[in-house]
């Protein structure tokens, strides 16, 4: 197992890649306070460079390899936020990212990582494909492997969008993180276990795709298989890595069913009048099932991206 | 006519409204300045209380009332954003909102209205009839009229967000503002005429609904007549009020295609991630139009609201 990120490597993280990424708003809604008897702080990471946290863990995954490793350049497999946000990252620091991407992947998502300027290269929508495609690329190119989650220094990035947020608001109850493969989630305990231990962390993830709520139930991990949502960032699963972070330090996940993220969505466009995916409402879809639970506590969502392909809204 | 804000006026409306308004954020986006080749500052005043700047002169007019005034309660006739506004305001300030609205107004816009606590009162979709029912309602309860913009109360309001702008932006080149009846234009004109007079301000209308472009240009003030345009903000004409100011201080009208009012509102809800309504967009459609004007310039967009019907996006 890849070794658990220190307090140390936190507080590194942040000193390194302050400088290129937004230290992004939080947002409140009185009206959805009043809907909901909550105290809610949406920690807006739609907002953030690239659209998504995933710039927090690139940039410090990118700033943590040798001057030689960069040059040689990085490449991922992923189709996207990741791979988005390491793109720029890579542009950023005048070095070359390749992704690789099953040849099925929907063109919005590719366009994004193009305009950022890294190659892509397709593969068969299998994970022996993708596997394989990224080695051979490896081995004949040199360049670093950057995972998007199982990654001490991506997870160490990610962990200071919880950071900021329990700095800007303080006396917060709970902040509740989605979960897909648990790079954020992972990295929201890490800086509440480290900075602000009084604070609990929720993940949220869909019904559909419960992979994690069920892998921390029986204390295995489950692979995620036909995982079925509209919250297309949370259908990967736990690493080693990311499992045991999870199990020692989240309070518990709460998962939702599909209809609540789509009102959740909804309420966030109408009443914050910002653009976020399915994969970051589902945080307020919890609110939205467990109303009683949350009732008059002072809660943080990690609000992670924005990148929605606008002609498929599902409303 | 109706007397034009004085500097004092504004100075005041400044400080009374402060504490009920919020100080928008200013957004930039570097692929969009990328992409147009100029440095855009976007006033999000979609994020304003009630989702629109409206709300800045809603709150100057209810405190510019004597107690008896505010006690009896005001009404105006509007179905935008003015109605929601004024509403959430009267709310605010302890009194009654009367709000007519024509009985083919959308369901959204009434159901924001009577959220915020307002009493709709439907006439016919003629101008005749929603002037006789105010009136009569005017008279039979003596409510005070606040005309959503030919009133320099409403003006003096709306001329803080621009202010706010040109405060936190400094070196603008231009202030770009929608333009309907005229009140948030006018409020910039003399923001920049008392405060900063270097700034030119251009004003955006849809070439489909363009009678205050051909107002300043024939010196006469043409009625709005069958206007078309998906910006349902800017569908009214200017008052003498607004024709005044506007004519004395606006640089130019530049008046937008409907293709570049949308694909300025996918821009902003791709890039951005926010939710603008088409009368916002327009101000960035005209930097679409007039690319070569704009070129390496500063400019601010007054992004004046985001109250949309989300089932009717034109994308």
Redesign the interface.
Known sequence: MKPIPTKDDLLNARQRIEKYIHKT?V?TS??INELLQCNLFFKCE??Q?A?AFKMRGATNALLSLSNEELKKGVITHSSGNHAAALSLAAKTFNTKATVVMPKTAPEFKKQAVV?FGAEVIFCEPTVESRVNTTNSLIEKYNYTLIHSYDNPNIIAGQSTAAWELFEEIQNLDYIISPVGGGGVSSGTCLACKYFNPKVKVIGAEPKGADDAFRSLRDKKIYPSINPKSIADGLLTQLSELTYNILSDNIQEIITVEEENIINAM?LI??R?????EPSSAITLAVILEKQVQFKDKNVGLIITG?NVD??K?P?
Chains 1, 2 share one sequence.
């Open positions: 708003p947002m009185h009206s739609n907002l460079r659209g305009n909804r466009y109408e914050l009048k910002i653009i976020v924005g606008l002609n809204l409303f």
